[in-house]
């Protein structure tokens, strides 16, 4: 059966749109695969200062990038808007690896939906 180009993929990273979203099958880039974007790199958008993921409270020379409930320094979304928090995401680590603070932490993030795509680039960012 002939099949158009777009009725199956595979996913490189997860991105805005989540794999069930899509209109057809895909299956995830295989671990180990050759790298085809720079986004794909293990320490990709890394911070010069330690990143702590899943942090709910500042710890002593940290500056707490917030989410939802949890105030920091800065905030990815006050309302806990995924589309914000990615749209600020990049902006809020710049702004945390300039300020005084010797290390970086943030606030937890759902990991379903969006969510998804901005804990990969989180933890791109945590492994450098």
């Known amino acids: 059966m002939w099949r158009r180009a777009w009725d199956r993929g595979t ?3 997860p ?9 057809f099958p895909v299956t995830r880039r295989a671990e180990g695969a050759a790298i085809t974007a720079p986004g794909q790199l293990a320490t990709h958008y890394a911070p010069v200062k330690p990143l702590r993921l899943e942090a709910t409270e500042r710890r002593a020379g940290e500056w ?8 920091g320094d800065d ?13 600020r995401l990049f902006d809020a680590l ?3 690896d300039a300020s005084d603070a010797p290390g970086i932490a ?3 993030i759902p990991h ?17």
């Open 64 to 71: 707490l990038i917030g989410y939802d409930s949890i105030i």
């Open 112 to 128: 379903e939906g969006l969510g998804e795509a901005i804990n990969d680039r989180l933890t791109r960012a945590a492994h450098r």
């Open 11 to 13: 996913i490189l990273r």
């Open 106 to 108: 943030i606030a937890p």
């Open 75 to 87: 905030t990815l979304s006050a309302s806990g808007d995924l589309i914000e928090a990615a749209a």
């Open 15 to 23: 991105g805005p749109i989540a794999a069930a979203d899509l209109p």
């Open 94 to 96: 710049h702004r945390a």
